[in-house]
């Protein structure tokens, strides 16, 4: 299939509207390669991991999946947790020396001379920001890294990052059923600067699955703002929408209608799975579809960290 790209804020890297987020491929090496193969395969040109995904061992798969195949592929990673691996939990670290050293480690596992993205994986106002961001101008100028960007749902880390640094991209959880990175939609589309949409189909919510054979917890307390009755409500009538489409393809398009959105990034578990998030994704739907999936849910806005 013949992916479309986005630009990547700014920057000039270029990738699949479509990404794959790997850190759902689990730890069977063998599997988690038969995905990122196929997933290469099939034209998906983004790939999304950290460090900290299986303490690095996703790292490693991503890296023998790249063997022969590196400049197809605009490769991200994430830094920040800091790990010993083999121990349970990390700490954050957001200084410029761990940066500077994780990045190393990074690129072993990832078997690469550089990395296409390196996202920070967190952060508060709190943080040394200025030494953060030093710490990946560096990285830049070295040729470690191409470009940078942060993975944070926080409106006040979010502009800290843009106007004081070269950020191309903030990565964010964002689905019909959680619509809060809307409101700095325009903003970031101003300073050029995309968004890479995580967790577009809310936890299995958005997907074939009946609402009953959902987990436990969703049924019972709901999902972010909508409480479990509402949210049933919400998905029948989303349901009962979608005509020819399946609920998979609402939600990705939906992510997609927005041009600030350069990359959908959907996890898959199985082969199936990536197949279907391709197929969805690449569809063309009809604007009046949006604006009836607009009036269907919630336009939340962040509460805290402004």
């Not at 509207?17 to 790997?22: A, D, E, Q, R």
């Not at 995904?53 to 592929?73: I, M, P, S, T």
């Not at 600067?193 to 919510?205: M, T, W």
């Amino acid at each position: 299939m013949n992916i479309q790209k986005r630009k990547l804020g700014h920057s000039s890297l270029e990738v699949s509207t479509i990404g794959l987020g790997c850190m759902s491929l689990g730890t069977n090496e063998q599997e988690a390669i038969a995905i990122l193969d196929a997933a290469l395969d099939r034209g998906i040109n983004y790939l999304d991991t950290a460090d900290l995904y299986d303490q690095g061992l996703n790292e490693e798969f991503v890296g023998k999946a790249l063997k022969g195949r590196r400049e197809e592929v605009i490769l991200a990673s994430k830094v920040g947790n800091r790990f010993t691996r083999g121990e349970d939990g990390w700490h954050w670290d957001p200084s410029k020396a761990y940066i500077k050293e994780a990045v190393k480690d990074s690129l072993h596992r990832l078997q690469t001379d550089y990395i296409d993205l390196y996202q920070l994986h967190g952060g508060t106002t709190d943080d040394p920001i200025d030494e953060t961001i030093e710490a990946f101008d560096e990285l830049k100028k070295e040729g470690l890294i191409r470009e940078y960007g942060i993975s944070s749902i926080r409106p006040n880390v979010i502009k800290q990052f843009v106007e004081r640094s070269s950020i191309v991209s903030v990565m964010m959880q964002y689905s019909l059923l959680d619509r809060r990175p809307e409101e700095l939609f325009p903003y970031l589309e101003e300073h050029q600067v995309s968004v890479l949409a995580r967790g577009p189909v809310a936890k299995g919510i958005l997907t074939e699955k009946p609402f009953d054979k959902l987990p436990t917890k969703v049924k019972q307390e709901g999902y972010l703002s909508y409480p479990a009755r509402e949210l049933r409500e919400t998905v029948i009538a989303l349901n009962n929408l979608k005509e020819q489409h399946t609920l998979n393809e609402l939600a990705l398009t939906y992510c997609l209608f927005h041009p600030v959105v350069a990359s959908v990034v959907a996890g898959a578990s199985t082969m199936q799975q990536l197949i279907d998030n391709i197929e969805a994704s690449q569809k063309l739907l009809p604007e009046s579809f949006f604006k009836e999936l607009i009036d269907l849910t919630r336009r939340d806005v962040y509460t805290s960290h402004r």
